[in-house]
């Protein structure tokens, strides 16, 4: 078992549909992740949460909206997505704050499949 | 070009050998950490060993050990006494020291593992 938790750990949705992909974490990591990772190629970077703030958006478009709630939830709202989207959407946690001093990983969860119909 | 270079898409092994995954990386910060990750089937990427670019040894972790070349610019992991559940996406990854909000990570393509009986 992950220390990170992501749900649902499948979805499938239309077009038009909304749904949000929900993580968390308890190991007390103030920087939050998502990834995209389509199949057999690395995870892509798609957003970055440091104390609770968006600090990174790597040009995702605005169908994907994240949100950060508190510093152990990292949500992502989906919305009108398209068939391209599909793919497994990683979330990972770590410290943060630290301009490299820290040795410490980040951490993921088991990732949610999503299918776009 | 590329950060991370993972020349090696798919490697076979017998059980109980060992086996080098390379990884070379390009970068001009003087502090960066090299991250080895293992991807099996059911998606979760599962950290396994760091190297920082200021330590002396190499990295150990139980059956995972790093070969680190600084002056080459490699950071090839080696695991030993191969075992059937080894077999899975490897991936090798840098953070660098000057782009470090929330110590954001750069993945090389990966590597395919895949141990025989």
């Known amino acids: 078992d992950t220390e990170v938790t992501q749900t649902p750990k499948h979805l499938v949705m239309g077009m038009t549909n909304k749904k949000s992909l929900k993580c968390e974490q308890h190991?007390?990591?103030?920087?939050m992740y998502w990834y995209k990772q389509k199949a057999k190629k690395p995870p892509e970077l798609m957003f970055v949460?440091?104390?609770?703030?968006?600090?990174i958006n790597e040009s995702v478009p605005s169908r994907f909206s994240p949100e950060c709630p508190n510093s152990s939830l990292l949500n992502l709202h989906l919305h009108a997505l398209q068939p391209e989207d599909s793919a497994l959407y990683l979330c990972?946690?770590?410290?943060?704050?630290?301009?490299?001093?820290?040795?410490?990983?980040?951490?993921f969860g088991d990732g949610t499949r999503l299918s776009i119909l | 070009a590329q950060k991370i270079t993972q020349t090696q898409p798919g490697m076979f092994v017998q059980e109980k050998e060992a086996v080098t995954l390379d990884c070379t990386y390009d970068?001009?910060?003087?502090?960066?950490?090299l991250f080895w990750y293992k991807q099996p089937s059911s998606g979760e990427m599962i950290f396994l060993i760091y190297?920082?670019?200021?330590?002396?040894q190499n990295a150990t972790e139980g059956r995972y050990s790093l070969n680190f070349q600084k002056a080459r610019k490699s950071a090839n992991l080696v695991i030993s006494a191969s075992q059937l559940g080894d077999s899975a996406m490897y991936f090798c990854a840098m953070r660098e020291g000057a782009r470090n909000a929330g110590n954001m990570l750069t993945f090389g393509g990966g590597t395919r593992l895949m141990v025989k009986p």
């Open positions: 970068t001009s910060d003087p502090s960066y950490g």
């Open positions: 990972a946690s770590s410290q943060a704050g630290h301009r490299f001093e820290s040795n410490q990983p980040q951490h």
């Open positions: 190991m007390g990591h103030r920087a």
């Open positions: 190297q920082g670019s200021y330590d002396q």
């Open positions: 949460y440091s104390y609770e703030k968006l600090s």
